[in-house]
């Protein structure tokens, strides 16, 4: 089975891809806009095509871009609202 990329350039670059700024991005996740950008280009090298058109300071997805965090968003998404179900109490495990 193949790894998944690191959590933290999938995270990156969904939000970067939700906002079409790094800048944005960063301020959302509390790290600088270098460390998305870096996160970011990991990601690309891990899976091996372009995820973002750079021209300037400008952000347009790729066909791959758009496809990755579509389905990215609906995953994070997921996870959010599992784990605000664990805060809550109601989706806790039984012994």
Do not use: W
């Not at 791959?64 to 495990?93: I, N, P, W, Y």
Request: charged share 25%; hydrophobic share 40%; net charge positive.
């Amino acid at each position: 089975m193949a790894r998944l990329p690191p959590l933290y350039a999938l995270r990156a670059f969904e939000s970067a891809a939700r906002q079409l700024s790094l800048t944005r991005a960063a301020r959302e996740l509390n790290i600088t806009q270098s460390a998305v950008s870096r996160h970011v280009k990991t990601l690309e090298h891990d899976l091996g095509c372009l995820l973002f058109e750079r021209k300037g300071p400008s952000l347009k997805l790729t066909p791959t871009g758009l496809t990755l965090a579509k389905d990215l968003s609906s995953a994070f998404a997921e996870m959010q609202g599992v784990c605000d179900l664990v805060r809550s109490g109601r989706g806790g495990l039984r012994l």
